[in-house]
């Protein structure tokens, strides 16, 4: 791609979950957002003993993330570029609609260049009409729209627990760690060390060099 080319944030529409699938619609800024909010939560149980008068925080679990993007349309001319505003908003609501061949609304894979790709479904979306033609027609809107996570709850579990066997770990090799060693940090069980040889084509799993990453590869179900 020409390293001078614009390139546009896009939504695409999926059937599956996993976003995997040849997208169905797919919808193209027509600006890119100025801004991106990104916002989290954590979940406490804020159980208190008995005869205190604080609470402790204890950590239960990581909350769905939202992602907040507006789209600027503007259907004026001023840009350059020939817009028609009402069926730009038809593509971004086609993507984001219900599906009726899966039953629900459409998985949603959000990307733009260097921005981390975000598997989500839409949580909300306004439309804000900005001018219109003397006959009604709207000239300019600002669509604002709010994506959740879909990442599956087994997922989300997993990456609250940095040790979990779910997730592919990384270890860079230090002078006195051996492999089975290294098993038992990640999974729990030294056993493993077979598998993670082969995913790493050691020839020698005895013989460590120090310095050398390895990958610990998610456990198979």
Not at 21 to 33: C, G, I, L, M, R
Not at 61 to 89: C, E, H, M, N, Y
Not at 187 to 192: K, L, N, Q, V
Request: glycine share 6%; proline share 5%.
């Amino acid at each position: 791609m020409d390293r001078g080319a614009l390139e546009k944030l896009r939504i695409e529409a999926h059937k599956q979950p996993a976003c995997t699938d040849a997208a169905v619609a797919t919808f193209e800024a027509y600006v890119n957002p100025s801004e991106i909010t990104l916002s989290y939560e954590l979940e406490y149980d804020s159980a208190q003993g008995a005869g205190t008068t604080g609470s402790r925080m204890e950590f239960k679990r990581i909350k769905p993330g939202d992602l907040t993007l507006s789209f600027f349309l503007d259907g004026t001319g001023a840009s350059g570029k020939p817009l028609d505003v009402q069926k730009k908003i038809a593509e971004f609501q086609r993507v984001t609609e219900y599906n009726g061949d899966i039953h629900r609304p459409n998985y949603l894979r959000v990307a733009w260049g260097k921005l981390t790709v975000k598997r989500c479904v839409l949580k909300s979306a306004s439309i804000a009409y900005k001018m219109f033609k003397p006959d009604g027609t709207p000239m300019r809107a600002v669509i604002t729209a709010t994506f959740t996570d879909s990442v599956d709850d087994q997922t989300r579990v997993a990456m609250a627990n940095d040790k979990s066997s779910d997730l592919t770990h990384t270890r860079v090799v230090k002078a006195g760690d051996t492999l089975p060693g290294l098993c038992t940090e990640v999974y729990g069980d030294p056993r493993h060390y077979i598998h993670v040889a082969a995913a790493n084509r050691l020839d020698d799993f005895r013989c460590l060099v120090p310095g050398t990453r390895l990958v610990f590869p998610p456990l198979e179900k």
